[in-house]
T-cell receptor, first 113, second 111 residues
Framework: DTEVTQTPKHLVMGMTNKKSLKCEQHMGHRAMYWYKQKAKKPPELMFVYSYEKLSINESVPSRFSPECPNSSLLNLHLHALQPEDSALYLC????????????FGSGTQLSVL | DQQVKQNSPSLSVQEGRISILNCDYTNSMFDYFLWYKKYPAEGPTFLISISSIKDKNEDGRFTVFLNKSAKHLSLHIVPSQPGDSAVYFCAASAPGNQFYFGTGTSLTVIP
């Protein structure tokens, strides 16, 4: 299994909603990442988990809350988002966090109304 | 400040010809470079990588060239095929650090 699976593929939410994005990999990778990508822009790193511990938080607003329940799962909890948070949210994994290639999921296209 | 730049937002190439996608970087600590391909509504797919100890890496129709003195890398696709039409991102990282992505080049291969 060489896939990173993200659910849901699409999500529409209001500014007062609470929702979660889910990511799963079964490649035994020990590093997992959340990226945000706006149209015609490069993916921007949000969070890195290494061996289930948060190792990088790129000054992301607290309305985004990551969680790594185990080495195969990564969640991103969303609360009180703004319309400008609408973007493609990509999950990725790598064998560990030291310069190994990233395997990306297909993303969740999020629209905040 | 964009540390990885792809200055051509788009490129059109005739099927069978060579596609050359370019990428420039500013951080001399970068030592690992990757190219990703992205179709609409899908996540980026890894294509090919190169470490700074090499100046060329080849995988089938895809070759990546690295010029460290110029802080420049390029991806050559030959022969180009219509299925290669996608957005191509280059990415770079320094040891133990995150990856920085370029803004992407949209390649169209014309049948």
């Amino acid at each position: 299994d060489t896939e990173v699976t993200q659910t849901p593929k699409h999500l529409v939410m209001g500014m007062t909603n609470k929702k979660s994005l889910k990511c799963e990999q079964h490649m035994g990778h020990r590093a997992m990442y959340w990226y945000k990508q706006k149209a015609k822009k490069p993916p921007e790193l949000m969070f890195v988990y290494s061996y289930e511990k948060l190792s990088i938080n790129e000054s992301v607003p607290s309305r985004f809350s990551p969680e790594c329940p185990n080495s195969s799962l990564l969640n991103l909890h969303l609360h009180a988002l703004q319309p400008e948070d609408s973007a493609l949210y990509l999950c990725a994994s790598s064998p560990d966090s030291s310069n190994e290639k990233l395997f990306f999921g297909s993303g969740t296209q999020l629209s905040v109304l | 400040d964009q540390q990885v730049k792809q200055n051509s937002p788009s490129l059109s190439v005739q099927e069978g010809r060579i596609s050359i996608l370019n990428c420039d970087y500013t951080n001399s600590m970068f030592d690992y470079f990757l190219w990703y391909k992205k179709y609409p509504a899908e996540g980026p797919t890894f294509l090919i990588s190169i470490s700074s100890i090499k100046d060329k890496n080849e995988d089938g129709r895809f070759t990546v060239f690295l010029n460290k003195s110029a802080k420049h890398l390029s991806l050559h696709i030959v022969p180009s095929q219509p299925g290669d039409s996608a957005v191509y991102f280059c990415a770079a990282s320094a040891p133990g650090n995150q990856f920085y992505f370029g803004t992407g080049t949209s390649l169209t291969v014309i049948p």
